[in-house]
């Protein structure tokens, strides 16, 4: 990216794909590509230099990369149903819940479509 460049959130998560170069990378892709498919009006945003973000009618998650994880947190996690059982991490909060990927976990992404399509019902009935 060029210094001093105005990029888009999307360019700016498409860049952090392309730097991770790893399986995280792949995860985040994955991710990404998931949360669109559930969600084709989904909004990308880039907060908090560097996190990518998706928004509908408020926030639906984060995805945070970290050495060994990328951790998807839900805004309003801890108000969603989670029949898949997929938040394995923040369990203790009032509010977010999050779900990290290791090196080699598969997604269910039937499951994951579904939180992000409850999230964004949440998000929108809230709106209402």
Request: glycine share 8%; hydrophobic share 40%.
């Amino acid at each position: 990216m060029e210094q001093g460049k105005k990029d888009t959130p999307s360019e700016l998560i498409d860049a952090r794909i392309e730097e991770l170069d790893d399986w995280r990378g792949e995860i985040l892709a994955q991710v990404r590509a998931v949360i669109k498919q559930a969600d084709p009006e989904v909004v990308e945003e880039w907060k908090w230099r560097g996190v990518p973000t998706w928004y509908h009618d408020g926030m639906i998650c984060t995805g945070e990369t970290y050495k060994a994880a990328v951790k998807m947190t839900f805004a309003k996690g801890a108000s969603l149903d989670d029949p898949s059982g997929l938040f394995n991490s923040s369990l203790d909060g009032n509010t977010r819940r999050a779900i990290d990927f290791h090196e080699g976990d598969e997604i269910d992404e039937k499951a994951l479509k579904a939180l992000i399509r409850a999230a964004v019902a949440l998000n929108t009935s809230a709106a209402a």
